[in-house]
């Protein structure tokens, strides 16, 4: 995991600065944020679909509301960063901040992956975001 997690930051931020803190985002920052990432992303969408539109029965299935998770999603995945660079004794530098942008990005994006994946065991929300690829 920690390979998987460094390499995919990596890929889009270059490596960790200040430089002498490299081992720290590849053997702890990066790893931990992955996970965290990959958790509060799915538990968003679990939530939206199984607890609100399913045993709660809310009426929470417009696009609205699920937008409204997506950003909810996204700001928790751009604090994850700060958070774990805070807790772990490494210097916030402007690369934390594009971290966070990244991860919140990536969080984006696999939210909707979630939400095709899970959606169709919603009572209310199976259509949303869309009603493909389960249209009824």
């Known amino acids: 995991m920690q390979n998987f997690f460094s390499g995919l930051y990596e890929l889009?931020?270059?490596?960790?600065?200040?430089?002498n803190y490299t081992n720290d985002y590849r053997e702890v920052v990066f790893p931990n944020t992955g996970i965290q990432l990959f958790l509060i992303s799915l538990a968003?969408?679990?939530?939206?679909?199984?607890?609100?539109?399913?045993a709660m029965s809310t009426g929470l299935y417009k696009p609205k509301h699920w937008v409204i998770m997506l950003i909810i999603n996204a700001a928790i995945a751009f604090a994850v960063p700060i958070i774990q660079v805070n807790n772990n004794g490494v210097e916030t530098?402007?690369?934390?901040?594009t971290f966070a942008l990244v991860?919140?990005?990536?969080?984006?994006?696999?939210?909707?992956?979630?939400?095709l994946l899970l959606k169709k065991g919603s009572v209310q929300a199976w259509t949303t975001p869309m009603k493909w690829p389960h249209s009824k």
Do not use: E, K
């Open 93 to 97: 530098h402007s690369y934390t901040y």
């Open 44 to 54: 968003l969408v679990l939530l939206y679909y199984y607890v609100l539109n399913r």
């Open 12 to 19: 889009f931020l270059g490596r960790p600065m200040p430089a």
């Open 103 to 115: 991860n919140a990005i990536l969080s984006l994006i696999l939210f909707f992956i979630f939400s």
